[in-house]
């Protein structure tokens, strides 16, 4: 007996339905640093800022969300890493 015929899955192939960075799908959105709460989006858990692979930005707006991280983090609105974990 020979194992039956593995059934081919259908496998997505390519982008079809691409993710647009949310920034420029959505202009309302306004990336700011003073607003930890719309970039904790963008920050891990432990503080790191999520890649742009990840995140589905576009790297004008990748930059604008690293840079404002940054800020944030100056500022004392982000971590820099994750505090009592
Ligand atoms: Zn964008």
């Not at 390519?14 to 990336?31: E, H, L, N, P």
């Not at 890649?51 to 820099?80: D, M, T, W």
């Amino acid at each position: 007996m020979s194992p039956p015929p593995r059934k081919p899955r259908p496998r997505r192939r390519g982008f079809g339905r691409r993710k647009v960075c949310r920034f420029c799908a959505d202009s309302t959105i306004k990336i700011d640093y003073k607003d930890p709460g719309s970039l904790r989006m963008f920050v891990t858990e432990r503080g790191k800022i999520i890649p742009r692979r990840i995140s589905g930005n576009c790297a004008k707006h990748q930059r604008s969300v690293a840079l404002a991280v940054k800020r944030a983090r100056n500022i004392a609105l982000l971590p820099f890493t994750a505090t009592g974990v």
